[in-house]
């Protein structure tokens, strides 16, 4: 596992190596991360959202119907109820026929001691349940809290002072301000907004590692079989590169 604060250009697997244009795993599986430590892929993102009965199911969406033979609001449903679903692979290389929407809980041990997690907090309110799954599973070194949200932030530290965390920042002055609120906790990462790549140098001359979206990116390489798209990504001043397909990223850096 690579050291979080690492200034080597890296890739992030949006929903672990199984996202909308992945050809490895299903989206946010166990699966998915066991693949991105056997790719070696630096950190793994997680979709975490609640169940009627206070547990974390990692899904992306609002509901099961898209990624599991199953219907119905995630919210409405119990984790044993989620859980008796089987995800749909498509037509993914593999039997995956055994895999089920796992916890937070879940990924968090697949991937202790072997990649890092961004963990996803825009989808729950529910911080304590956040909190309290990396604190459960003893993953403070590999988890790092991801979020939009400054409130949700300040909540998550005041539970854990000692987690990770990552803000999300879309202009200059957001930057600014959210550096300047977390003074006394520095970001481990930056993600910046997609649309505002030059950020990238003013995040690394402030002393921190400039994140980003490259999914356009990804659709192009993907569809020219040529990794050499990458490079304008990495050249601009982006050091993690969070990418739906994590394999071309890292054939593009020679790993």
């Known amino acids: 596992m690579t050291d ?11 929903r672990g190596m199984g996202s909308l244009l992945g050809v490895v795993a299903p989206e946010d599986s166990v699966s ?40 119905g609001e995630a ?21 995956f026929s055994c895999e089920h929407v796992p916890t937070l809980q879940e990924i968090l041990l697949a991937a ?9 907090a825009n989808k729950t309110d529910r911080v304590d349940l956040l909190v309290g799954a990396i604190v459960e599973t ?6 790092i809290f991801d979020t939009s949200s400054v409130d949700k932030i300040d909540q998550a530290l005041a539970m854990q002072p000692t987690l990770h965390t990552m803000i999300r920042v879309a202009d200059a002055t957001q930057l600014d301000d959210q550096l300047a609120h977390f003074a006394d906790h520095p970001p481990v990462m930056v993600e910046i907004d997609d649309t ?11 002393g921190h590692r400039p994140f980003m979206d490259i999914f ?40």
């Open 138 to 143: 003893d993953t403070l070194d590999e988890a």
């Open 196 to 206: 505002v790549p030059e950020l990238a140098p003013t995040v690394t001359a402030a």
């Open 4 to 14: 979080p604060g690492c200034t080597t250009r890296q890739v992030s697997g949006h």
């Open 32 to 71: 998915a991360v066991r693949a991105a430590v056997a790719y070696g892929v630096d950190f793994v993102e997680t979709d975490p959202r609640p169940t009627s009965d206070d547990h974390l199911v990692n899904l992306h969406d609002d509901t099961v119907d898209r990624t599991t033979d199953g219907t």
């Open 75 to 95: 919210i409405t449903m119990t984790l044993a109820e989620i859980q008796a679903l089987h995800l749909e692979a498509g037509s993914l290389p593999g039997d």
């Open 216 to 255: 356009v990116t990804d659709a192009q390489v993907a569809g020219s079989d040529d990794p050499s798209g990458y490079g304008a990504i990495y050249d601009g001043g982006i050091v993690i590169a969070q990418s739906e397909r994590p394999e071309l990223v890292l054939q593009y850096l020679d790993r």
């Open 112 to 120: 202790k001691g072997r990649v890092h997690v961004l963990i996803d």
